[in-house]
């Protein structure tokens, strides 16, 4: 089983959709929580921290939910530019900053 | 600002090979990392170094490969002798300190083919 699961897509979407991902990680002890984004020959950016009470950037909302170790990412009124692929990104806390990426979720948003 | 640094960004070699990897963290940046990217294991760490000592190597996937971190403005990931499964994308990234709640800036990558 991978530390970091993600259901590798591609999600295929019109323009103005809202588009969900999910992602499970395996360690109950994880510390904290991203999302990256990687657009195609590129290199990996941070979209987002997450945080345990939810929060919100623009048209991003990331959740967590501990107890059944899952992170989600909303993305609404999709824009041509989202798409990429999106990286779900774990910290174990047990080496200082050392991340543990799932495999990515593409994402395709159409016109 | 520049970014983390790397080079090349594109190698070619043949297997058996001698290979370098060059990056330039950030300056001020205490944390760099070496991951490998494929299609069929995606990101993998493979060393981490924090004020220029390697702190985990658990990714290293063998006695060929090994990093190096001389000083806090530069290091370097070997490979030698190289073989066709080596080829990837080999990332570098920095980060201000060993913080589990900071970002990591990664750099553009080298591509590197093993023929």
């Known amino acids: 089983r991978k530390e970091v699961e993600q259901d590798p897509g591609p999600f295929n979407v019109p323009e103005g959709a809202t588009v969900a991902f999910n992602c499970t990680y395996s360690n109950s002890a994880s510390q904290s929580f991203f999302w990256y984004r990687q657009d195609c020959r590129k290199e990996p950016k941070l979209l987002m921290s997450v945080y345990s009470s939810g929060n919100e950037d623009g048209r991003f909302t990331a959740q967590l939910n501990r107890a059944s170790q899952y992170i989600s990412l909303l993305i609404r009124d999709s824009k041509l530019s989202d798409s990429a692929t999106y990286l779900c990104v774990v910290n174990w806390g047990n080496a200082g900053n050392m991340l543990t990426f799932g495999g990515g979720t593409r994402l395709m948003v159409k016109p | 600002d520049a970014g983390v640094i790397q080079s090349p960004r594109h190698e070619v070699t043949e297997m058996g090979q001698e290979v370098t990897l060059r990056c330039k963290p950030i300056?001020?940046?205490?944390?760099l990392f070496w991951y490998r990217q494929t299609m069929m294991r995606g990101l993998e760490l493979l060393i981490y170094?924090?004020?220029?000592?390697?702190?985990?190597d658990s990714g290293m996937p063998e006695d060929r490969f090994s990093a190096k971190m001389p000083n806090a403005s530069f290091s370097t990931l070997k490979i030698q002798p190289s073989e066709p499964r080596d080829s990837a994308v080999y990332f570098c990234?920095?980060?201000?300190?060993?913080?589990?709640?900071?970002?990591?800036?990664f750099g553009p990558g080298t591509r590197l083919t093993v023929l």
């Open positions: 990234a920095s980060s201000p300190t060993g913080s589990i709640y900071n970002e990591q800036f």
């Open positions: 300056s001020g940046h205490n944390s």
């Open positions: 170094f924090n004020n220029n000592v390697p702190i985990d």
